[in-house]
């Protein structure tokens, strides 16, 4: 399965999973079954609030599951449409959210979940 990280930085693994995806300025793409890694620029890092193209900001990567540290209703919908997984993100780095992934511990998002407004430092108010 390969699983895509939103983070600010990039320096793979060690990269901290980032709170919101959409305002994520890179995504670190995982294979879970190789451990292979590469670092995508977010393609829709300028978007309005609400007119995200999550899929898109990816850079036609294809992906089975990402995760988020918070996320918009509106790019859940379209991740699901997608058939990509949307996890629930912990605070802490790719490598720690991959080993929750990989031990069953890491939940996955439902609409109760997504973040209503965000904060000017790109966070959401849950």
Known sequence: M?????????????SMVYSHFGSARFFIIVDENTGDSGTVENHDLNHTHGMCNPVGALGGKKVDAVVAGGIGGGALNKFNGAGIKVYRGVEGT????????????LPGYSVEH????QHRNGGCAH
């Open 94 to 105: 790719v490598s720690e959210n991959l080993e929750m992934i990989k031990s069953g511990k």
């Open 114 to 117: 997504v973040c209503l407004h």
């Open 2 to 14: 390969k699983i895509a990280f939103p983070t600010q930085e990039n320096i793979g693994f060690d």
